[in-house]
């Protein structure tokens, strides 16, 4: 017996950041839209807690209690006066260390995965709670689609997607870290005012009406200077996938993956061939979205 889940990849279609504030976060607007490349975590019962890995990148994943889907387990299973006697196993498809929420991802789709093996049918909204304890980016993971993510990400206020928008994503060659590109841009701000983080209405409209022209325009990462400050070679890749004829590109949240909006699928295969073909990235990934949150796809 075990249950497997399916859970997408994110990328911030906007990212307006504030100051820092007294614990260290950051204020955010944060706009999520979750796009369809997907980890699955399989939950399976065993002896002891126990991670498994694979896919690409899969060698970068700690297979310990500092893993995510290993905190999530534990935290759902503290809760319930359980012990976490669970097999994870983790098959990646979302590039590690990417700034696409794979880590995120693979927390909520443990905690989706322990939920059922373990028959608990804890309500969404302490699955939430848990999940904002995990990390900023591991409610939006959850529930999927587009939303806003206020306070450190994870207050979240869905919001409406009228349409499909079709991506390409640069996988870089190496990974950044989240709290590193967070003092990078503290370091580029520094004595400048950092203006209160707010959703950019024409964004909004733009996701609502599924107008891709519209969205390509409005696309912001207020992380995208401190992201190239640290991997200069982005810059690069925006400009290579530019040139291929996309609508707008930029990094995906803390990066180092970028994110190429285009107009179909059409453009999308051609966008990523010539990203490839650039020598500026590593591989490049066509998807779309809005895609479902984490969703039970095998098992109860
Ligand atoms: O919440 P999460 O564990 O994903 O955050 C990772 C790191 O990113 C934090 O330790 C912090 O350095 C930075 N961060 C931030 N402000 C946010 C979200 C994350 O400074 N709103």
Known sequence: MSVTV???????????????????????ANVFLAVGLYDEV????????????????????????????????LALAARHGLDAAVHLHIAKDIPVAGGMAGGSADAAGALVACDALWGLNTPQGELLDIC?????????????????????????????????????FAVADGG??????????DRLTEGT???????????LDALAKGDATALATALSNDL?????????????????????GALA????????????LVRDAESAAEVAESLLA??????????TSPAQGATVVRGR
């Open 6 to 28: 399916r859970v997408p990849a994110k990328v911030n279609v906007q990212l307006a950041v504030g100051g820092a504030r007294p614990d260290g976060f950051h204020d955010l």
């Open 42 to 73: 399989t939950a399976t019962p065993a002896d002891e807690l126990r991670i498994t890995c694979t896919g690409p990148g899969a060698d970068q994943v700690p297979l310990d209690r500092t893993n995510l889907a290993a905190r999530a387990a």
């Open 224 to 244: 995208q200077p401190a992201a190239i400050s640290l991997f200069p070679s982005l810059a690069d890749t925006l400009a290579a996938g530019r040139a291929a």
């Open 132 to 168: 904002a304890e995990l990390g900023s980016d591991v409610p939006f993971s959850l529930v999927g689609g587009a939303a806003l993510g206020t306070g450190r990400g994870e207050q979240l206020r869905p919001l409406d997607v009228g349409g499909t928008f079709h991506w390409v």
């Open 278 to 287: 650039s020598g500026t990235c590593r591989a490049a990934r066509t998807a």
């Open 193 to 203: 005012e950092v203006p209160e983080p707010l959703a950019s209405q024409e964004l």
């Open 176 to 185: 950044l870290s989240t709290p590193a590109v967070y003092r990078e841009f």
């Open 249 to 260: 590109g930029l990094v995906s949240g803390s990066g180092p993956t970028t994110a190429f």
